[in-house]
């Protein structure tokens, strides 16, 4: 299984910018929860964003909600975060991950190897 994430980079406060995922081997994003956390130097890994195998259900950590989006492409197993309104406290490596039910309600057990998120 691999979760090979892109779309990092340095950015303005107030600017945009939207991370992807391509998911690929066991774990699909139409059979299992994925979603996106965040590790911010000397600070704990958070979860940022997650969406279920069905897309109904989609879960934003509080500060993120009205600024962040989760959506996926089901054709091409990718999972995608849009990030606008992007505030220097968002600077962070953000991660990908995929967790083994359909449901989020199990925690992760793939994660990616994170792309920067830098934001001044």
């Known amino acids: 299984v691999q979760l090979v994430e892109s779309g990092g980079g340095s950015v303005q406060a107030g600017g945009s910018l939207r991370l992807s995922c391509a998911v690929s081997?066991?774990?699909?994003?139409?059979?299992?929860?994925v979603g996106w956390s965040r590790q911010a130097p000397g600070k704990e890994r958070e979860r940022v964003a997650n969406i279920n195998a069905d897309s109904t259900t989609t879960i934003y950590e509080d500060s993120v909600k009205g600024r962040f989006t989760i959506s996926k492409d089901i054709a091409k197993n990718t999972l995608f975060l849009q990030m606008s309104n992007l505030k220097p406290e968002d600077t962070a490596m953000y991660y990908c991950?995929?967790?083994?039910?359909?449901?989020?309600?199990?925690?992760?057990?793939?994660w990616g190897q994170g792309t920067q998120v830098t934001v001044s």
């Open positions: 081997g066991y774990h699909h994003v139409s059979r299992n929860c």
């Open positions: 991950a995929a967790g083994p039910l359909r449901s989020c309600s199990a925690l992760p057990n793939k």
